[in-house]
């Protein structure tokens, strides 16, 4: 079973500009999560979607970032404009429905924002 | 509101040395799971196990072993006979399991370095 694909791996912009993380999930899982890591600290929910609907966006910074998943399977993330705060791995992960299992996640994209 | 405590930042032990990484939560959920995720050097966080809040049974999985204790809100982790291999930052997560603690919350992880 292939696991949850990011990409690209790894970004490196200035800052102001836009960027677009893609994201497919593990095949039959309909819950799909973006992370944001900051160095030295534990993953941090931006966004979670139940197949194409955002249930839990409560921490996504709405001003810059967006997301979408359009057919319920894979998703995108982007941030436009980017500030250098935003440097981080971004990590996707899914799930099936229901908050007892666990989550797969992805390698993750490590953006540089200079 | 729900957290989570992983109060050892580093570790570091020789091969073949036992080590217990602690984790200490909070949650007013009564039904609620807890997760150790291990993340290598390559970045990808591995799933490693799931412990329901209602099942107190500690678990061993090969060489590692988890206590839950809910008197005490811990869910440790331990490696025996560490291997350079375990090298790895391990983060202990808590989810709820009613409105509005559905999502998972990490601690701040836990550097563990083993030494050949």
């Known amino acids: 079973e292939a696991g949850v694909v990011q990409s690209p791996r790894y970004k490196i912009i200035e800052k102001k500009q836009p960027v677009a993380f893609w994201c497919n999930p593990i095949?039959?899982?309909?819950?799909l999560y973006w992370y944001r890591q900051n160095l030295g600290q534990g993953p941090e929910l931006l966004i979670r979607?139940?197949?194409?609907?955002?249930?839990?966006d409560s921490q996504l910074p709405k001003d810059r970032f967006s997301a979408e998943r359009l057919k319920g399977v894979d998703s995108t993330l982007k941030i436009q404009p980017a500030e250098l705060g935003d440097s981080a791995v971004y990590l996707c992960a899914s799930s099936r429905t229901g908050e007892r299992n666990e989550q797969f996640f992805g390698p993750g994209t490590r953006l540089t924002v200079l | 509101a729900q957290k989570v405590t992983q109060a050892q930042t580093e570790i570091s032990v020789v091969e073949k040395e036992d080590v217990t990484l602690d984790c200490v939560y909070e949650t007013r959920d009564t039904t609620y799971y807890l997760f150790w995720y291990k993340q290598p050097p390559s970045g990808e966080l591995v799933f490693l196990i799931r412990r329901n809040s209602f099942d107190e049974q500690n678990e061993i999985s090969g060489r590692y072993s988890w206590n839950f204790q809910k008197s005490t809100s811990s869910f440790n982790f331990t490696i025996t006979a560490s291997q350079v291999v375990d090298s790895a930052v391990y983060f202990c997560a808590l989810r709820g399991a009613q409105g509005g603690s559905e999502k998972l919350v990490f601690g701040k992880g836990t550097k563990l370095t083993v030494n050949p």
């Open positions: 095949s039959g899982h309909n819950t």
């Open positions: 979607y139940e197949n194409e609907e955002a249930v839990d």
